[in-house]
């Protein structure tokens, strides 16, 4: 049984003075995250669905407010949200939807970082603010995020997530900036194995994996072919070799136990030729620390690595209006509260998310009825 939302949300430390606490936190983010389900896309907004629905949001989360907060009220107090703790409710929560919807060992847990592209200010000298997330593939929840430090990049981030969320019996995926020593023995570490992509920043690797069939056969094969959609035809085939025997990189032959290759035929209708199929052809490779699994186990989890681009940051950028958020100071609290929204439809099967604010915009009855509040 998943606590009630504003219950978790108690736990944020609140670092107002007692003077200034007014507007109770927990309170105050909960209705923000109500807000962000019904299509808000910035303070201004929220506020304005806040005094829109003032008596009902009464109504339904009683508490000490007397009226909506001022733009720059709520602005402020959501500058002084401890991220950190806020982090820590939101993974409580994820984790607890995340095994509602069955979620458990086998998982594949993508990882993937997003620019916050409005956090730039170039008055202040100050960097777009970037987040790394973790999202579960079958369940299609966000598990966890964690901000990418100025001078750094996703690859410390990952390692430092996956050891943070400890996921045992999970196969974490990432892309090929992600390929390296250090990362797999965090993921082994935690309990779990790992899918990386290989490309040119581990030449020695892709070469050697390059070589392997011209003196092994694969030991399993997996074809997909697509329909036709959009005057484009793709055909995936996904071959898994073993590698350990006869890969000559010491460092890499218990981390590259099983090599996949994934060759991707697309066949596109080209009106520039008159309608005529012109074929491209890519080749892309893998490095897996688990033995013995099928082509079409590496074929979901390749293919559904590419879930938190389609799923999430495609969605918080076209429908949650991410990028055109010009907040710039913590600018990762909202990033956060977004999180909670789409987790919380995802939660409720919500597949169309942009048709689903617009209707939650409507009748804010649907949101109060949802699970996970």
Not at 95 to 119: F, M, N, R, T, W
Not at 333 to 351: C, D, E, G, M
């Amino acid at each position: 049984m998943i606590k009630p939302l504003v219950e978790m949300l108690s736990d944020v430390t609140d670092a107002r003075r007692a003077q200034a606490k007014q507007y109770g936190l927990a309170t105050t983010l909960l209705l923000c995250i109500l807000g962000l389900l019904c299509g808000a896309k910035s303070v201004k907004t929220l506020c304005s669905f806040i005094e829109e629905r003032f008596a009902l949001l009464q109504a339904a989360f009683p508490s000490k407010m007397k009226r909506a907060p001022a733009p720059s009220t709520l602005w402020r107090i959501i500058n002084l949200v401890d991220g950190e703790t806020l982090e820590s409710v939101f993974r409580k929560h994820a984790a607890a939807q995340h095994a509602a919807l069955g979620g458990g060992p086998g998982e594949v847990i993508a990882h993937d970082g997003k620019s916050l592209k409005g956090s730039y200010d170039t008055a202040s000298d100050k960097k777009i603010s970037q987040l790394l997330r973790a999202f579960a593939v079958g369940t299609e929840i966000i598990l966890g995020h964690l901000a990418i430090m100025v001078k750094s990049n996703e690859i410390p981030a990952m390692q430092t997530l996956v050891s943070e969320l400890g996921l045992a019996d999970v196969l974490s995926t990432g892309d090929a900036l992600h390929c390296q020593l250090k990362t797999i023995e965090a993921v082994k570490a935690s309990g779990g194995e790992a899918l990386l992509q290989v490309k040119g920043n581990q030449p020695s690797l892709e070469a050697a994996f390059q070589a392997i069939p011209a003196v092994r056969e694969p030991q399993d094969r997996h074809v997909e072919t697509g329909k036709i959609r959009r005057k484009r035809q793709e055909k995936r085939v996904v071959e898994v070799f073993k590698t350990a025997s006869i890969l000559d990189l010491p460092e890499w032959q218990t981390h590259a136990v099983e090599a996949v290759r994934v060759t991707r035929t697309v066949l596109h209708q080209d009106v520039a030729i008159g309608w005529k199929w012109r074929c491209t052809r890519e080749i892309a490779w893998y490095a897996s620390t688990k033995k013995d699994n099928s082509a079409a186990y590496y074929a979901a989890a390749t293919r559904g690595h590419w879930g938190v681009e389609n799923r999430v940051h495609y969605v918080l950028d076209v429908s949650m209006n991410e990028d055109a958020s010009r907040v710039r100071k913590n600018p990762t609290i909202l990033s956060i509260l977004r999180s909670f929204a789409l987790n919380i439809l995802r939660t409720n099967k919500v597949n169309n998310v942009a048709d689903a604010l617009w209707r939650n915009g409507l009748n804010l009855n649907r949101v109060l009825a949802y699970g996970g509040i």
